[in-house]
């Protein structure tokens, strides 16, 4: 194994100008349901044993699907402001805040309407972003 370095504000770079021009050219990810999803860690390409890892990037006022995992999911706001909702609470969230999700629960995040929002993501066990690891990223969550 060998340690992997990531700047996650080049990164973050990068899903910014991909919601502006629409250019997802990689590494910066694929446009799913509305937002650019860019999978950093999976079993799958071999980058983690254990989790999945990446970063999205929610243009002003989008919002994912409702949707629910196995994995608990960790939700750490790089820039931006929005909403996440799980079950029938939700919070508001904004610039170095946290949500963890558990296990099963339907839940959604939103943009602000008059930002986007840069969320990095990890979740456990992995699955759920081998849908976004293909050139043509299935739908879904």
Same mark, same amino acid.
Do not use: C
């Given at each position: ?6 700047? +996650?504000?080049?990164?973050? @770079? /990068?899903?910014? =100008?991909?919601?502006?021009? &629409? #250019? !997802?050219?990689?590494?910066?990810? #694929?446009?799913?349901? &509305? ?6 860690g999976?079993p799958?390409?071999g980058? !983690?044993?254990?989790? =999945?890892f /990446?970063m @999205? ?5 989008? @919002? ?6 196995e994995? $608990? $999911?960790? =939700?750490? +706001? +790089? ?7 799980? /079950?029938? $609470? ?5 610039? *170095?805040?946290a949500?963890?999700?558990?296990? #099963?629960?339907?839940?959604? !995040? ?7 929002? +840069?969320?990095?993501w ?8 081998v849908?976004?690891? @293909? $050139? #043509?990223? !299935?739908? *879904?969550?």
């Amino acid at each position: 194994m060998s340690i992997r370095k990531l700047g +996650i504000e080049e990164m973050a @770079s /990068g899903l910014r =100008a991909a919601v502006h021009t &629409g #250019n !997802t050219t990689p590494p910066v990810g #694929n446009w799913v349901n &509305g937002r650019v999803v860019a999978v950093l860690g999976s079993p799958e390409d071999g980058t !983690t044993t254990s989790m =999945a890892f /990446g970063m @999205s990037a929610l243009p002003k006022g989008a @919002s994912t699907p409702w949707h629910s995992h196995e994995a $608990e $999911e960790f =939700a750490y +706001i +790089i820039s931006g402001e929005g909403r996440i909702s799980i /079950g029938d $609470e939700s919070v508001i969230v904004s610039a *170095g805040e946290a949500v963890i999700t558990p296990s #099963n629960l339907p839940h959604m !995040t939103s943009a602000a309407a008059d930002q986007e929002l +840069i969320v990095m993501w990890m979740y456990a066990p992995p699955g759920s972003e081998v849908r976004w690891l @293909s $050139e #043509n990223p !299935t739908e *879904g969550s």
